[in-house]
């Protein structure tokens, strides 16, 4: 891998397994409003995605009495209730955290809401580790654009060359190269030959500790 100076890390399946539990409270909100079986959505499609396009879409197919704004809020009580108690990091990714921030600059590039985004760095206090911190309102277009990626890297003072994404989901791949980044997926979402356009393909954090902590 060429010079790296900071690693950014997406959150939602890179950080914490929480690609379920999105779903599980936005089932239970479309549930709860009365579209469970009326759904013509497929979650799947938004792994990677912002909040605001799942739900700005849900509102133009279902025409639900709610708006976007109040629909977010339900999913984002129900999200950070799950979170809160299940507290579901991937295991080693602490201590993968704490490694790297030895020795790069760390930023985190998320497309949850700012609220969700600060549940999750209060587990074991991981924000500490953090010098930015960036979510999918600090910017006017989401993954697959690049903009997320390049505005933690201004943040972080670094240039986009000397910067490597670690992230699971295919926008995210996208966005972090057409951000001028290197990128390592990791298979916690997708099969890896879905993420094949990746820098590099893991399965496992020790290989991500490998890229770029070497022997050391």
Known sequence: MRQIQAIILDMDGVIVDSEPRHERAFLEVVREIGYGDKLDL??????GRSD??????FVAGHKPPQTVAELLAMKRRRLVEIIRREQPLFDGLPELI??????YALGLASG?????V??????????RFFSAVVTDSDVKRGKPA???FLRAA????????????????????ASSLAAGMQVIAITNTHPAEELQH????????????RLLLGGR
């Open 42 to 47: 497929r979650f799947a499609e938004y792994i």
């Open 146 to 148: 690049p903009d997320i």
């Open 198 to 209: 990746a820098t590099h393909v893991v399965q496992t954090y020790e290989e991500i500790e």
């Open 118 to 127: 600060e549940e999750v760095l209060g587990i074991k206090s991981l924000g």
């Open 154 to 173: 201004e943040l972080l003072n670094v240039r986009p060359q000397g910067c490597c994404v670690i992230e699971d989901s295919k926008p995210g791949v």
């Open 52 to 57: 605001q396009e799942l739900w700005r879409d």
């Open 98 to 103: 704490e490694k790297l921030a030895a020795r």
């Open 112 to 116: 949850s809401e700012r609220q969700v």
